[in-house]
């Protein structure tokens, strides 16, 4: 008995198409799908982006590159791990674009064709410095350069305006080379952030890119979990591993098929809950690796049985509702969640099961 996630792939088009309505003139909207599109499916998103006028898709790894490929045989497709010793060899077969983050990463690519540049300009994660981005020629191919905002969802931030001015520095050197500097949360700090493409990623799933204020974005999954038992305790039974939780009065218990192997964070053991309907049901005991349990004693009976379902994200508990509880952010809980829960995409009225 699977639980089930659902991905919305109109509603991801919607965001799209909202971060799409606010950007400068002239700038263009690209789409990350890293890390299997968050977790949610990067070929089935890329499809309907796509058919949506999105050309440009940013990934991780040459593998994501290589599987994403055949999903969008006419868009391009960065990677933006870049080149690594000996792989420039595979990039043109499947007609990828490396973002070059590197002297050695440059050196790598030589003039095999088309590439992407990173500029580090605070993050000090990948790519190359301010000094050595203005002391290089451009490589052979370049068609677009790149860095990365660090605070972008803290817009008084100073962190950002010191960003914006290297970056400015970058696009001078480079002039007549197309630009990129905000991804999803950089989008909204403001039109001067946008360059030639903003490259959304966690904002196209709803998450909220606006910390603190209301999100913008339309919620895109909902996650079932499937009850497989009710049962009724005694009060002071306890529950779980551990015996974490002790019942203050006779409960009744709904046991999901679902656990920490499926991204239900352990974390989350007496603090996240569920919704049957619209009644919310704390989550009770410690979360095991495949089955959480919930106290459904305030939800008609009626209503409960093997089959049923208790919504652990959707409309009433968002992702970032869910991060809060969790103490991470909506990112994590997105690429966690796992492969055992059965995909479903709901597209124009249609319904698709994952292959």
């Not at 898709?57 to 590159?65: C, D, R, V, Y």
């Not at 509880?325 to 829960?341: K, Q, V």
Request: glycine share 10%; net charge neutral.
């Amino acid at each position: 008995m699977s639980s089930v996630l659902f991905v919305d792939l109109d509603a991801i088009v919607g965001n799209w198409r909202t971060i799409r309505s606010r950007l400068a003139s002239g700038c263009r909207a690209a789409a990350v799908l890293k890390a299997d599109g968050y977790g949610l499916g990067a070929a089935p998103i890329a499809q309907a982006l796509h058919q949506a006028g999105c050309t440009r898709f940013f990934i991780a790894t040459l593998e994501e590159g290589v599987a994403l490929r055949s999903a969008v045989p006419g868009a391009e497709i960065i990677v933006l791990n870049g080149v690594e010793p000996g792989t420039a060899r595979l990039f043109g077969p499947h007609r990828l674009i490396p973002m070059l983050n590197s002297r050695p990463q440059i050196e790598e690519w030589g003039s095999a064709g088309p590439c992407a540049l990173h500029v580090d300009t605070g993050m000090s994660r990948l790519g190359i410095t301010l000094e050595e981005a203005q002391s290089l020629p451009p490589p052979p191919g370049l068609m677009l350069i790149s860095s990365h905002l660090a605070c972008a969802d803290e817009p008084d931030q100073p962190m950002n305006r010191y960003q914006l001015a290297e970056f400015a520095a970058i696009r001078a050197h480079f002039q007549g080379i197309e630009a990129s500097l905000a991804a999803s949360s950089g989008t909204f700090l403001g039109l001067e952030w946008h360059a030639d493409w903003v490259r959304p990623g966690a904002a196209l799933y709803g998450v909220n890119p606006m910390r603190g204020q209301p999100n913008p974005m339309a919620p895109v999954v909902t996650l079932q979990a499937k009850i497989l038992q009710i049962r009724e305790i005694d009060q002071g039974r306890t529950v779980g591993y551990g015996a974490t939780h002790r019942a203050g009065n006779k409960a009744r218990l709904a046991t999901a098929a679902i656990g920490y192997a499926d991204g239900i964070m352990r974390c989350l053991s007496n603090r996240g809950h569920g919704f049957v309907g619209d009644r919310r049901v704390p989550l009770v005991g410690r979360i095991s690796m495949d089955l959480t349990v919930f106290d459904v004693t305030a939800v008609p009976q009626e209503d409960l049985f093997p089959g049923a379902s208790i919504e652990l994200l959707g409309h009433s508990i968002t992702v970032d509702d869910m991060a809060e509880a969790a103490g991470t952010i909506g990112y994590e809980i997105l690429t966690s969640l796992g492969p055992r829960l059965e995909r479903r995409y709901l597209h124009q009225n249609r319904l698709g099961h994952a292959q």
